[in-house]
């Protein structure tokens, strides 16, 4: 069981200050990593993408800032901040940064 020790118990958190945009990258920030599931923060630079991929559970994306591209299956959706959508377990999904870089917080539970 992991917590990144920059995460407190019972202190509040800015989720978007916890991963910083890098040129030409997609920065990550492990919060928790732990049997029943996981919570990280990535920044997406511009133009940057996460290719298909599928998990074996749903995976919960909240946008934190700007706006995400995110295929689901062949159905591309617009996401934007304060969003939450849920993509399914075992279909291929992929995130872009289209619209310019965001901030997103994955949580995965298995």
């Known amino acids: 069981s992991f917590m990144n020790p920059q995460i407190t118990h019972a202190t509040p958190t800015n989720l978007a200050d916890l991963a910083q945009y890098e040129p030409n990258t997609i920065k990550t920030f492990m919060i928790r990593n732990q049997n029943g599931g996981t919570m990280i923060v990535l920044a997406f630079d511009v133009n940057q993408t996460r290719a298909a991929h599928t998990v074996p559970f749903d995976a919960n994306v909240q ?23 849920v993509l399914p377990a075992g279909v291929p999904h992929s995130l872009k940064s289209e619209f310019g870089r965001f901030k997103m917080l994955l949580t995965l539970i298995r």
């Open 63 to 85: 946008i934190l800032e700007g706006d995400a591209l995110i295929t689901v299956g062949d159905k591309p959706i617009r996401v934007s901040a304060g969003q939450l959508i």
